[in-house]
């Protein structure tokens, strides 16, 4: 049962952004191709790991999400973004694309992760080692994995092994390559697509529920050495669902983001409702 009511902007801003902060984690998993097979699989986890590695510590950025939710209902939100990934520190708003009043305002502290809803007076506490997403969005996908996509990284499976052997495609000019990578553990199949050494799409299909969501990472932009990407797009088929998210004025590690950047502050009367 959830703990509010959803409203489909609201179940957006979830899925794209509530666990923004988080780093995409990493872990040594098996590869059981042959030698030349794991030669190639091992090059394409490092360029993922790679392109991680660029993305920004702290960024701030205001975005535009667009899309149509199951029942082909079109929906635009407006928003901006503080994050410090390695304080663990975020602050998202969400404004009405129309009236651009307040909608949801989201923030964590540490472990604590905040959901404010101004039209309810009411702030949802909890915890990031006990988050479910069911609790607040009908997508069942780990915490860890749409944290990472919403920080511009690439996640990559827990003790992963290597279920598929890499493809490759050529274009005609011989200009571009695209490689794929798939990967399982117990409880999904995730396929990577790597374009011109960076990664570019994600596939991920729960073994138990064989949801498939997909994730594509497009016009990416380097500033500095520094990596993110102007739009992801998420795309359900089962579910009928098309989020696209597409960032602007973004500033990548600013030195001028202060605590007062990611303070939440909601009116005394709110009410508070613990989740975890």
Not at 103 to 113: F, Q
Not at 159 to 178: A, F, H, N, R
């Amino acid at each position: 049962m959830k703990y509010f009511a959803c409203t489909s902007i609201f179940s957006i801003a979830i899925i794209t952004l509530l666990c923004a902060g988080c780093a995409a984690r990493s872990t040594d998993g098996g590869v059981v191709q042959l030698s030349e097979e794991r030669d190639k699989a091992v090059e394409l986890i490092r360029k993922i790991e790679h392109a991680n590695s660029e993305t920004p510590k702290i960024f701030s950025a205001k975005f535009v999400i667009e899309g149509a939710s199951p029942k082909n209902k079109k929906f635009k939100t407006l928003g901006e973004i503080a994050c410090d990934r390695g304080a663990e520190l975020f602050k998202v708003t969400f404004v009405d694309s129309i009236f651009k009043s307040p909608m949801a305002v989201v923030g964590r502290d540490g472990n604590k992760i905040k959901v404010y809803m101004p039209v309810e007076k009411t702030i949802y506490e909890d915890d990031v080692q006990f988050i479910n997403l069911k609790n607040y969005i009908d997508v069942n996908i780990e915490f860890g994995f749409i944290s990472a996509v919403a920080t511009w990284q690439i996640p990559i499976l827990q003790d992963y092994k290597i279920k598929q052997s890499v493809l490759q495609k050529t274009s005609s000019s011989g200009k571009e390559e695209e490689n794929y990578i798939v990967l399982e553990n117990d409880l999904y199949y995730e396929t990577i697509s790597v374009k011109n050494d960076l990664p570019n799409k994600i596939m991920i299909i729960n073994k138990s529920s064989k949801e498939k969501a997909e994730f594509y990472f497009e016009n990416p932009e380097r500033k500095n050495n520094v990596l993110y990407f102007n739009t992801i797009r998420y795309i359900s088929a089962q579910r009928g669902e098309r989020i696209s998210v597409k960032f602007t004025s973004v500033s990548t590690n600013p030195p001028l983001i202060k605590e007062r950047d990611f303070t939440l502050k909601v009116p005394p009367t709110t009410k508070t409702v613990r989740v975890n």
